[in-house]
């Protein structure tokens, strides 16, 4: 923070207490505000095992017939967000969960139907941002057909490119459409989107800058998902 001026932080473990501690100290040793984030798609308890709450995962929400549910939740996950001065929570996954051996996504997706998938991720997105914390659409262009896991390996997504708009990219068109303001760019390998072999789609300016900004007219903060994983490297 003193000498390399960092933009930001992203907190993934310890105690609510301790980070509003090391969050008031580092925005207190930093001349420009950090931006800072947490993976709370569930809620803090996501990360901070104690003085938390967490909420079901998505895969259960998935199954709830009114969606003005997922709305209030998305709203009180922001104000707990809030309360420990995080700024971005990356949430909610908009992963389509088509595919029955994927290792990484699971629960953590709505389910199997875009529709559903859409519907409730626009209601998570608008609860965060009602109370002023960036939501973020992950993991673009769709990591629900995988069967690996992005943590260990480079994922190859075999699907055609009219399967990928028909479905993959449905949720986010919808959550576009309705102000998203950040994106999270997965770490894949996506034949029909980026023909260099093993270019992980984070990296493509195919997939971000033509496919996500040119062509689906995304203009918000957009974000790779970690550069510790080995799908990037």
Same mark, same amino acid.
């Given at each position: ?19 509003? =501690? ?34 079901? =995962? ?9 969606? $003005? ?9 922001? =104000? ?6 995080? /700024? ?10 088509? $595919? ?7 629960? =953590?997706?709505?389910?199997? $139907?875009?529709? $559903? ?21 992950? /993991? ?10 992005? /943590?260990?390996? #480079? ?31 997965? /770490? ?22 033509? #496919? ?22």
């Amino acid at each position: 923070i003193r000498e390399h001026h960092i933009g930001g932080i992203c907190f993934f473990q310890g105690s609510p207490r301790e980070e509003a =501690r090391i969050t008031n100290m580092y925005q207190d040793e930093s001349k420009i505000p950090l931006m800072t984030a947490i993976d709370g798609e569930w809620g803090l308890g996501m990360r901070f095992k104690d003085q938390t709450i967490s909420f079901p =995962r998505q895969l259960m929400l998935g199954a709830i017939q009114d969606n $003005n549910l997922i709305y209030e939740m998305g709203k009180e996950v922001a =104000r707990h967000c809030q309360r420990i001065g995080l /700024h971005v929570n990356f949430a909610p996954v908009a992963d389509v969960n088509n $595919n029955p051996l994927n290792p990484v996504i699971g629960m =953590r997706s709505f389910g199997e $139907n875009k529709y $559903n998938v859409a519907n409730k991720a626009v209601m998570y997105m608008k609860g965060l941002q009602a109370e002023g914390v960036m939501a973020n659409g992950k /993991h673009f262009p769709g990591h629900g057909d995988t069967s690996t896991d992005s /943590h260990s390996t #480079l994922p190859v997504v075999n699907a055609t490119l009219e399967h990928i708009d028909k479905v993959e990219l449905y949720p986010y068109k919808r959550m576009f459409d309705e102000g998203l303001e950040s994106v999270m760019v997965a /770490h894949l390998n996506v034949p029909s989107l980026e023909p260099r072999e093993n270019y992980p789609s984070s990296l493509s300016f195919n997939v971000v800058t033509d #496919l996500l900004q040119k062509v689906l007219g995304f203009d918000g903060l957009i974000f790779t998902d970690a550069l510790n994983m080995k799908g990037a490297s």
